[in-house]
């Protein structure tokens, strides 16, 4: 989208995470003028931090007389971020630019606007950052009913009805691959790639029929290794298959005979879309490359008709 | 025991892990004259530096003329230790002298035995180090016919009859604690200490009647704490729950309707023993303290028999 045709830098959109700022510069008619990711997320920044690490990057393009909108989504928004903006509370629409809360900046040529997250009461559960994925799976999918599972560190189901956030459950799974993978005694076992298919689908099947056996499975991967012969790929496939057969025997309400969409397009996404296919369940996968900006888009254009 | 009564320095015990060494001094009538901990654990240790350390803590007492027997058990015969002393293979006694690996030393005024560990073909399973507590409760307790639950950082279920280890299963429990409440997002919820029994207790049975659903329990921990007040000594008490739930869920086979004895008197221990009086199995407790000394003594008496 780079190129002659777009026009001067208008707005910009943000997806401020824990460990990284991608930030998207747009001319008027929301054609991309540049890209960035730096690795200044909320773990790296104090509150004080945040307008300096923004005019940094936009500096080149900022006008005096004509503010530059900016809006932002992700922990950015959180207790730890910039400022805090309040979750939704659900069921609610993925929140828009009518939930967004404005931050006061020191600079005049910026206006910043952070997006809020998602809370459920009961059961307590939070997202903060999914929910603008969500609005941008909506915005080219406005009909859909059903359920989406974004895989990622902290994987969610949620159920989406008539454009609403119903219900929603987050699993710490990518997070106990990763520690066990890296910081457990199984690292001595479990290969940092490779893959096999066929130890995937069955540890999938031995989680989702024994969930309780999940810390006995985990340690028959070391013991399979000392006594045994498990090539690490096929250890790395175990656990994996493991953790995501676990998540899916809590989930079944969410997918058992229900149309289930998975967010992105990373070898996690396509585990999640091949477990899900061996149990049965209709499953269509949905690149999130411009999901998030997708979002911020639409959160942006609401901002726009309620300033008018 | 240390004083006038005990004789000049005969044999030494030890007990050497991954992390800890743990030697005891004692005489021709087991009665000890000095006890040592150090962290010269495996870890510490390329496999030329074990008998340096040693003498390095058994200088002063070794003598030309009589060789001292050293008996070590744990870490230091596994394939990273010292030198291999290769598993029993189940169902067996706990190894005894009988089973033991002599090393070949540079100084010839010690003589080093390791005991082996024991493995279990089908489930893959594998122990180094608790075979020698089992083997100290056994010979306190030689008509012992039940279960052990020996907690810890992989706790272990065992059952024993008529003297032998017949089966056993290993949950990584105690290491997925550590993980989460040190290296996960939970670090910033989950207290380093404190304790709330009631919470404790739920979430036994929580975990109990929905194991499948940890993941997503681990998570709430989290949301609990942003959305509404979960003190950290709570949440600390509700993870132990969960996860030590979730074990005994699977290791119900071991302990519903049978004899268990917990091997250990720390705050784990005193957990494992609340969590099954609450599921109504019959349980007591065993200080572990001199357990694994006994076990190194019943070793050691073995193997005076066989080279008499």
Not at 205 to 229: G, V
Not at 254 to 261: E, I, K, S
């Amino acid at each position: 989208m780079t190129g002659s045709h777009t026009g001067p830098a208008h707005w910009a959109a943000v997806d401020w995470g824990t460990t990284h700022l991608r930030l998207w510069l747009l001319d008027h008619n929301h054609n991309m003028i540049r890209q960035t990711e730096t690795e200044q997320g909320m773990v790296q920044l104090q509150s004080t931090e945040y307008e300096a690490t923004l005019l940094d990057l936009l500096s080149q393009d900022l006008q005096p007389k004509h503010p530059m909108d900016v809006i932002c989504c992700g922990m950015v928004g959180s207790r730890q971020g910039w400022q805090e903006a309040p979750y939704a509370p659900c069921p609610t629409p993925p929140p828009s630019g009518a939930h967004a809360t404005r931050v006061t900046t020191k600079d005049p040529r910026i206006e910043v606007y952070l997006l809020p997250g998602i809370k459920q009461i009961s059961p307590p559960d939070v997202m903060r950052g999914e929910e603008t994925q969500i609005a941008g799976f909506l915005s080219r999918n406005p009909q859909y009913d059903g359920v989406l599972c974004l895989p990622g560190t902290h994987s969610k189901w949620v159920h989406i009805s008539a454009g609403e956030v119903i219900s929603f459950q987050t699993f710490m799974t990518g997070e106990l691959f990763a520690l066990l993978c890296k910081e457990s005694v199984l690292r001595h076992n479990v290969g940092a790639t490779g893959w096999n298919d066929e130890m995937f689908t069955n540890a999938i099947d031995d989680a989702i029929s024994r969930p309780a056996a999940i810390a006995a499975q985990l340690f028959t991967l070391r013991a399979q290794s000392l006594i045994a012969t498990l090539p690490p790929e096929a250890a790395r496939a175990r656990l994996s298959g493991l953790l995501i057969g676990l998540e899916l025997a809590a989930a079944r309400p969410y997918w058992l005979g229900t149309q289930v969409a998975v967010l992105g397009d990373t070898e996690v996404a396509q585990a999640y879309c091949r477990a899900l296919t061996a149990q049965g369940s209709p499953v269509k996968m949905t690149a999130t490359e411009r999901m998030t900006l997708d979002g911020l888009k639409s959160a942006y254009n609401t901002i726009q008709e309620l300033t008018k």
